[in-house]
C-alpha cells in the first residue's frame, strides 16, 4: 500500500472517492456523531458533493487513518477552510472504528498530519471547534500542541442541551 505519511503504527493515505462508504459509515457512527458539532446523518451523496466542491477544489485535504500492522483501516483527519494566502486551516479527526478508539492511534496520527499540514501544504496556523464535553480530544489536541482561544466561545443547541464549542489553535513550531 502506498503511503502519504507513515509512523510507527499508522498510516495515513489520501481519501478517494472509492473510500465514500467506509466514510459515511464512520461519520454516522453514534460515538462520532455525538462528538461532532453538525450532527446530521451524512449520505453517500453528502460525501460525494463533499469531495466535489470541497475536496477536488482545495478547499479540503482529507486522509484515511490505518494501522500498520494489519491494514485495517479505522478514521479520518481532514484540513478544510485550506487559506493558502492567510496559511490557515481548519483541523478535523475521527476515530470511526470505535475498536481503535483510545489506544493511541489518533494521537500518532494527528501528530503526522500536524507534521504534514505545517511542512508540505505550508500553514503557518491550524485551527480547530471541539465540544467542551469531549474531554479525551481535548487532551490530545494539547499533546499536539493546540492551545485554547481564550474568550472565544460558541454553543449549540439550547436549554439543558445546550453545550459549549471550545476553539483551539496550533501555530507552527519546530519540533514538528
Known sequence: MEYL????RVYLREMT???TDK???WRNAPHVMENFIYRIPLTR???LNWIKTKVETGLVRQFVIGRIEDGREFGS???RDIDNEAHTCEFGIFIGDLEM??????YEAQM???HFVFTEMQMEKVELRVLEKNKAAIHNYEK????LIEDKAEYLGEGKAREKILFMECERYDNI
Open 5 to 8: 505519511m507513515k509512523g510507527e
Open 17 to 19: 472517492v472509492d473510500d
Open 23 to 25: 466514510i459515511v459509515s
Open 45 to 47: 451523496e453528502d460525501h
Open 77 to 79: 483527519i481532514y484540513f
Open 101 to 106: 478508539a483510545g489506544k493511541g492511534y489518533g
Open 112 to 114: 503526522l498530519s500536524m
Open 144 to 147: 499536539c500542541g493546540f492551545k
